[in-house]
């Protein structure tokens, strides 16, 4: 795929995230794109956020489980951006602002150094992060109907819409984190649980997988981003009125409600 077609689709991805209006799967029309072609769409989608003025936050993480994995045929995670127009700090969402929402229960860490592979483990992950905290991802999708392969899902920014943080923060050094567990509310009803290891196999392999993919491609993970490290238990589809909830054993709880 050369540069211009990368940066129609780029544009497309732009314009159905600013109309708040779904379009046909790329792949639909793009049956040949690579995962390569798909995150250089994501490149381009990011850059057209940046130049409107958003900044770059953080990173997440996406198809953690092995669930995922085998729907979408692959054998790894893929990654996203977040930028200062993605975070809602006090856990209202507008629902207008979205297409087709679903909620997910993560662990978010915030950087304290920055994190540069290849060669990053768990360890330099533990050593480099400042501090957990709840979070809730809501995930998007400009993609009509949900209707992705990984290149969609990859080049529609790995499919984020925005995310909460939880008011509580702990020291990952005094948490298990594979053994932590979750457990998500929809409107008072426990929906779902999971634990830390849902997120493959461990929070810390996650972030770790990130930090080397990332160096890989000659970025960094900078000391104060936000990085979401995967879900812990499947998506929730949400409505105007929902009230979410998700606690987090030894680390604390994240609210959102949507409007």
């Known amino acids: 795929m050369n540069q211009q077609e990368i940066e129609t689709h780029g544009a497309r991805l732009y314009e159905a995230l600013l109309a708040r209006a779904p379009v046909a799967p790329l792949t639909q029309g793009a049956p040949s794109m690579t995962l390569k072609d798909a995150y250089g769409i994501q490149q381009d989608l990011l850059r057209r956020r940046l130049q409107r003025g958003e900044r770059l936050i953080g990173h997440k993480i996406g198809v953690t489980s092995r669930v995922v994995m085998e729907m979408l045929q692959v054998d790894q995670p893929d990654f996203g951006h977040l930028t200062s127009a993605m975070v809602y700090y006090d856990g209202a969402v507008p629902i207008d602002s979205l297409i087709a929402p679903k909620a997910e229960g993560?662990?978010?860490?915030?950087?304290?150094?920055?994190l540069a592979g290849p060669g990053v483990t768990e360890a330099a992950v533990l050593r480099a992060t400042a501090c957990v905290l709840p979070c809730f991802e809501i995930v998007d999708s400009r993609v009509r109907d949900w209707k992705i392969a990984?290149?969609?899902?990859?080049a529609d920014n790995a499919s984020s819409g925005c995310f909460v943080l939880?008011?509580?923060?702990?020291?990952?050094r005094a948490v298990d984190l594979a053994t932590v567990g979750m457990t998500l509310e929809k409107?008072?009803?426990?929906?779902?649980?999971?634990?830390?290891?849902?997120a493959l196999g461990h929070p810390l392999a996650a972030v770790a997988w990130l930090?080397?993919?990332l160096g890989e491609l000659g970025q960094t993970?900078?000391?104060?981003?936000?990085i979401l490290s995967g879900s812990?238990?499947?998506?929730?589809?949400?409505?105007r009125g929902d009230r979410l909830r998700m606690s987090?054993?030894?680390?604390?709880?994240?609210?959102?409600r949507f409007y």
């Open 106 to 114: 993560e662990i978010a860490f915030i950087l304290k150094h920055d």
């Open 150 to 154: 990984i290149q969609d899902t990859v």
């Open 166 to 172: 939880g008011d509580s923060a702990a020291d990952p």
């Open 187 to 198: 409107n008072g009803a426990v929906l779902a649980t999971g634990a830390g290891a849902a």
């Open 211 to 213: 930090a080397n993919t």
């Open 221 to 226: 993970l900078r000391a104060g981003e936000v």
């Open 232 to 239: 812990l238990a499947a998506m929730v589809p949400v409505a």
């Open 248 to 256: 987090l054993g030894g680390i604390g709880s994240a609210e959102v």
